[in-house]
């Protein structure tokens, strides 16, 4: 299953959460980071700097048009999951199950303030999903749904050809970096 | 059980995103959040706001000394949970299961980049947790501990003496808003 999140309405002044939205998709299992209509030059540095960094193969596109990506997604036979405090709850619902026994891509829409009505019609989203009813943050919802879709188990996982990493301690601080020197020699 | 959430290193440039935690911390069963060692009136407003028409009891502190703060919960036989990417793996330890078994309140401790030294070490955190070891967000790790904790029961739950409701839905946005002339005869 393929994971991608498309985040829709980002603006300069939402520099900082944009870029909380993709350090926890790439974080949490998705592997493809999408900004509609818009370019981020800062944001596109902070991924590439992440990516060399901490590894893995995270994949990012933007100032695409949100219609024709989600398009392009449907007519391959992905799913389109709109993450809205207005949509079905995932706790009080069978949503989740729904969607996981679709066995599908997936595509997470991240809406920002006002998003266009047809988010929330079938037009565009196949689910409307809502991480409790409460106002919370685009960057929680996506953390917990992709915790819950793919079972915690993202969480544990290592990153390939990482320069650094953490080492998990009960106190302090330890992180292995590797430069290419050093790489399979000394660790 | 009761659970509070302390923000360090606030700074004005962040309001976006401290308010991410703030509301994440009450959507997601926190009864408390408190913002050390400054003030600002923005994110005291909005959480004002968020309590009179969402609902619910969320207390919040700002301007206190975080010293203060960790050594007057612990005092009072709390522990305090630290969120940082260098600690125990919430996935690959045991480390949830032992917070839970202590079955005692809980500060959570959200910094920001650079946070001091002592936060890692038993002088202020009972545990340092990790979200997974990769950089991500502490709005996505508060939201995935808090979940984690509580079994994810906090986010079906409804808020009490709420003016706003959403009524969750498949498809559109359904929302009942209660003045004080319509309480108990419309709905």
Same sequence: chains 1, 2.
Avoid: C
Avoid at 100 to 109: A, D, G, T, V
Avoid at 112 to 121: E, G
Avoid at 141 to 164: C, E, H, M, P, T
């Amino acid at each position: 299953m393929k994971i991608a999140v498309l985040r829709w309405g980002h603006r300069q002044r939402d520099y900082r959460v944009t870029t909380h939205v993709a350090l926890t998709a790439r974080a949490f299992g998705a592997s493809q980071f999408l900004i509609s209509d818009t370019e981020d030059k800062t944001i596109r540095e902070t991924i590439e700097n992440m990516n060399e960094n901490w590894g893995g193969e995270f994949n990012f596109k933007m100032g695409i048009s949100w219609r024709s990506a989600i398009e392009e997604w449907r007519n391959k036979g992905g799913i389109v999951v709109h993450l809205t405090i207005y949509g079905e709850n995932i706790e009080n619902s069978d949503v989740l199950d729904r969607i996981k026994s679709e066995n599908k891509n997936i595509m997470i829409l991240i809406g920002s303030k006002k998003v266009p009505p047809d988010f929330f019609s079938e037009k565009v989203s196949d689910y409307n999903v809502a991480i409790g009813n409460q106002p919370h943050s685009e960057v929680a919802a996506l953390a917990v749904f992709l915790d819950r879709l793919l079972n915690g188990a993202q969480l544990g996982k290592s990153f390939d050809k990482a320069r650094i990493q953490v080492i998990p301690s009960k106190y302090g601080k330890k992180v292995i970096e590797n430069t290419s020197d050093l790489n399979d020699e000394n660790f």
